[in-house]
């Protein structure tokens, strides 16, 4: 049942900022979306342990394969974690603002799950990307102004509120 949702939610997020698509995300519920997100943090993983796995002077070739993955899971996964949910919380806060100014009718609960699923491209882009070269700073820059830039026309579809007598 949750891997449908799952597989219909990445669907939906590959087309973002289609507005029937944003707003079958705004029906996914918050677990669907973190669980999303762990899976995509969990992806975006997947080049640093390969590469502390096969270097040798790595704590991957010191200490035993499990010991490792909860080394990996403290020190790499977790603190990634931290800075992704408290990136997308800083972008949607933004998007609050943002959308008081242009007087639309969104809140930061959206915003927040509807800039999670705008990482999915990016997301999916940097593991295959870091397997073939180096990934600079540039690359995270880029990400920044896409969600952005995606956030802004995501709040210009919601509607205008409507001026209260």
């Known amino acids: 049942m949750k891997s449908v949702v799952l597989l219909q939610t990445f669907i939906n997020s590959l087309k973002l900022p289609n507005k029937q698509a944003m707003f079958k995300l705004n029906r996914v519920g918050m ?24 270097t040798d002077d ?7 394969f499990p010991v490792f993955l909860i080394y990996f899971f403290i ?18 806060y933004a998007g609050t603002g943002i959308a008081k100014l ?5 809140r930061f609960s959206i915003l927040w799950k509807l ?28 990400f920044i102004l896409y969600s952005f830039l995606f956030m802004l026309k995501m ?8 001026k209260r007598k």
């Open 102 to 106: 242009l007087n639309r009718k969104i």
């Open 155 to 162: 709040i210009t579809v919601y509607p205008r509120r409507k």
């Open 115 to 142: 800039n999670a699923y705008t990482a999915t491209i990016p997301f999916m882009l940097y593991p295959i990307a870091a397997f073939f070269f180096p990934i600079t700073d540039v690359f995270l820059v880029l």
């Open 58 to 64: 790595s704590a991957g070739a010191v200490i035993s």
């Open 75 to 92: 020190f790499s996964y977790l603190p990634l974690t931290i800075a992704v949910f408290l990136y997308i919380s800083l972008l949607a």
């Open 31 to 54: 677990d669907v979306t973190v669980i999303y997100l762990f899976i995509l943090i969990l992806l975006i993983s997947v080049p640093s342990l390969t590469s502390q796995l096969t």
